[in-house]
C-alpha cells in the first residue's frame, strides 16, 4: 500500500463547476500538507500549504484536511480553464529535514 | 517563497554521454532536494543534497550514476551519468523555504530525452 494515495482521473468538467480532488494517507505522523499545481512542461506549483486538521481557503482555493480519517480535500469553485493542470497532494511529518511524499497527481481539465 | 532557478531547461543527448543540471537558489538552504519525474508519474526522490556532506541517496539511486555537488548553501548539481534511454525525464531540484521552512519549492525542471 502506497503512504499516499490520489485518484490519477483524468477528470473533466465544465467552467464554472466545484471541483473536488482528493488523497488518503495511511502515516499518522504526517502533521504538513501541501497541494501543488504542476502545468504541462513546467515544474510544480505550491498552491496550498497547511497544517494539521482543518480549512484554509485562499481565494477560489479551499484546502481541508482530516486527520482522524486520514484524508486531505483540496477544492476549486468556479473553475476555470485555466485551472486545467495536474494537481499533487504532498505531505510530511513537519521539519525542514523531513522527506516529503508525494501523491501520484490528478489531472484536471476545464472545460469552456 | 524561495525561488528556484534551474539549467538546462532541456535536453537531447546521445547514450552513454553525461549531463550535469545546475540549480540555484535565491536564498541560503541547508538542504536542496533533487527529483525525478518520470511522463505521467509523480515525483520520486533521488537524494538530498547537505552543504559540506556527501549527499544522501534514496533506495534505488546510487551516487556513481546520479554524482551530486553542493559546494555552497544557495547552489547545487546533479549529474546524470551514462545516460540511457531509460534516463529520459523531468529532473527537478528542490529547497525549503516558507516562514517555518517546511514548504517545498521547485525549480522549473529539466526536461532529459536521451536517444
Known amino acids: 500500500q502506497k503512504e499516499v494515495e490520489q485518484d490519477p482521473g483524468p477528470l473533466s468538467v465544465p467552467e464554472g463547476a466545484i471541483v473536488s480532488l482528493n488523497c488518503t494517507y495511511s502515516n499518522s505522523a504526517f502533521q504538513y500538507f501541501m497541494w501543488y499545481r504542476q502545468y504541462s512542461r513546467k515544474g510544480p506549483e505550491l498552491l496550498m500549504y497547511t497544517y494539521s486538521s482543518g480549512n484554509k481557503e485562499d481565494g477560489r482555493f479551499t484546502a481541508q484536511v482530516d486527520k482522524s480519517s486520514k484524508y486531505i480535500s483540496l477544492f476549486i469553485r468556479d473553475s476555470q480553464p485555466s485551472d486545467s493542470a495536474t494537481y499533487l497532494c504532498a505531505m510530511s511529518p513537519g521539519s525542514s529535514a523531513s522527506k516529503i511524499i508525494f501523491g501520484s497527481g490528478t489531472r484536471l481539465s476545464i472545460r469552456p | 517563497s524561495a525561488v528556484i532557478s534551474q539549467k538546462p531547461s532541456r535536453d537531447i543527448c546521445q547514450r552513454g554521454t553525461s549531463l550535469t543540471i545546475q540549480c540555484q537558489v535565491d536564498s541560503q538552504v541547508t538542504m536542496m532536494f533533487w527529483y525525478r519525474q518520470q511522463p505521467g508519474q509523480s515525483l520520486t526522490l533521488i537524494a538530498t543534497a547537505n552543504q559540506g556532506s556527501e549527499a544522501t541517496y534514496e533506495s534505488g539511486f546510487v551516487i556513481d550514476k546520479f554524482p551530486i555537488s553542493r559546494p555552497n548553501l544557495t547552489f547545487s548539481t546533479l549529474t546524470v551519468s551514462n545516460m540511457s534511454p531509460e534516463d529520459s525525464s523531468i529532473y527537478l531540484c528542490?529547497?525549503?523555504?516558507?516562514?517555518?521552512?517546511?514548504?517545498?519549492?521547485f525549480g522549473q525542471g529539466t526536461r532529459l530525452t536521451v536517444v
Open positions: 528542490s529547497a525549503f523555504g516558507g516562514v517555518l521552512n517546511t514548504e517545498a519549492f
